[in-house]
């Protein structure tokens, strides 16, 4: 989301100190949001993607050795 807030910036000019006012602003941050989503709605927004077989159970794979020719 970002946010707001007022702050004062201090300059001096030949001697004379001046205050003036200001507002400043700080974008969001996509990786911070990145990782709430990841930590909060894993289910929805982990990187990681389960491969499943046609049934909707775990993938099984066969391991099969070759001798030779």
């Not at 201090?10 to 990841?38: I, K, M």
């Amino acid at each position: 989301m970002g946010f707001e807030h007022d702050d004062m910036h201090v300059s001096t000019h030949q001697g004379e100190v001046t205050l003036t006012p200001v507002r400043r602003y700080y974008p969001p941050d996509t990786n911070a949001a990145s990782l709430w989503l990841r930590n909060r709605q894993k289910d929805k927004w982990r990187d990681r993607v389960e491969h499943t077989g046609a049934d909707g159970g775990p993938v099984t794979i066969k391991i099969i050795k070759y001798d030779g020719d």
